[in-house]
């Protein structure tokens, strides 16, 4: 992670995964920069949520995002749907979510839903002889490539990869089969294979990368493509050789850099700042004419943009110029 994504460790230990834009208590985000540096995001969603978000039902921030290097293997691992995370874990929400693949290397391996025909009764029998893979769909994935994985999906993945995710705000994990390693105390790490059976949709089949469809863009510098509709984030992916203005004015965007550099203004605001691969921002609805550029370089700048499902509720509402939401960006960390 620090050497394909820059981030600089805070020690030698292992990492696998950066939490950038998030509200769960034990990893939340706070606003680098700004009218809100130094608060962290619960604090901005309660106060600023309409300068943010426009309007929206979501009463919490409801996404977090994240970076993963899959090096070793991902335990084969359930996530809740919303009904079950609220009767059985008491949480607001389940655990849907999105892979976009940023690297691959030549061992790594995607496995996502069971095959076909498979049945419950099929996946107890393999987990007791240890061959629960048998069950498993499973794909060399490529680089560009985005998978779907909505809550009650079988998946694990690893083998060296980096993955930019996005997911509903939770934690929630069900391990089915962790490969028969240890954790870092040394001891296996706890399976929870009857929640995880239970949570497990039982009448989806293999998950395969989805076909992406080409967005009409106004300017020839860019391209863009649209990638995923679910029932809690969309997702579009633009290439940028030059300028390319923020196409969704009036709603929240988070903008993941998935290659190359380029620099992100708001004239209105004076605001200028450069990112590059493997940072997260977030542009509030309140900004008006904001706009990328790529950075001269042989790799054109690559921005996944992730949107709420419903972000505009009404026609959007621009704010007075005294609002006390006055950039047009915050970059967020954990």
């Known amino acids: 992670m620090s050497t394909q994504l820059g981030r600089p460790l805070p020690d030698d230990k292992p990492y696998g995964e950066a939490w950038d834009l998030s509200t769960l208590p034990l ?18 969603w309660a106060s600023s ?5 426009g309007p929206t039902k979501h009463s919490n921030f409801p996404l977090l995002v994240k970076w993963l290097e899959c090096y ?36 790594a391996r995607v496995y996502a839903g069971l095959k076909l025909g498979v049945t419950r009764k099929d996946v107890e029998a393999h987990l007791k002889k240890g061959t629960l893979v048998d069950c498993l769909h499973s794909f060399t994935p490529n680089v560009g490539d ?17 993955i930019a995710e996005v997911q509903q705000s939770s934690d929630a994990t069900f391990r089915l089969f ?8 040394g001891k296996p790490r706890p399976l929870q294979i009857e929640r995880a059976l239970e949570a497990t949709d039982w009448d989806q089949g293999p998950i395969i990368p989805v076909r992406p469809s080409r967005l009409n863009t106004s300017s020839s510098e860019t391209k863009g493509e ?17 300028s390319f203005n923020n196409p969704h004015r009036g709603e929240m965007t988070i903008w993941m850099v998935l290659d190359g550099a380029g620099t992100l203004q708001n004239p209105a605001t004076g605001y200028l ?21 790529a950075s001269m370089t042989e790799t054109p700048l690559t921005l996944l943009c992730v949107r709420l499902e419903s972000s505009i509720v009404n026609a ?3 704010l007075p110029s005294n609002s006390s939401l006055q950039l047009s960006c915050l970059n967020y960390s954990s």
């Not at 949520?49 to 978000?53: E, I, K, V």
């Open 27 to 44: 990893h939340v985000s706070r606003a680098i920069e700004g009218t809100h540096a130094g608060r962290d995001l619960n604090e901005i």
């Open 49 to 53: 949520r309409q300068d943010l978000a």
């Open 72 to 107: 070793e293997y991902l335990s084969l691992q359930v996530h809740p749907g919303d009904e079950m995370a609220r009767r059985v874990l008491h949480e607001p929400g389940g655990k849907s979510e999105a892979w976009i693949i940023i690297s691959v290397e030549p061992n």
């Open 146 to 162: 985005c998978i779907s994985l909505p809550a009650g999906t079988v998946h694990a993945a690893g083998g060296g990869l980096i």
């Open 178 to 185: 962790d490969w028969n390693r240890v954790g870092l105390d």
């Open 226 to 242: 649209h990638l995923l509709k679910g029932p809690h984030f969309q997702f579009e992916r633009y290439s940028v050789e030059g």
């Open 273 to 293: 700042r450069h990112f590059s691969k493997g940072t997260t921002v977030v542009v509030p609805a309140s900004a008006r004419d904001v706009a990328w550029t």
């Open 316 to 318: 959007p509402h621009w």
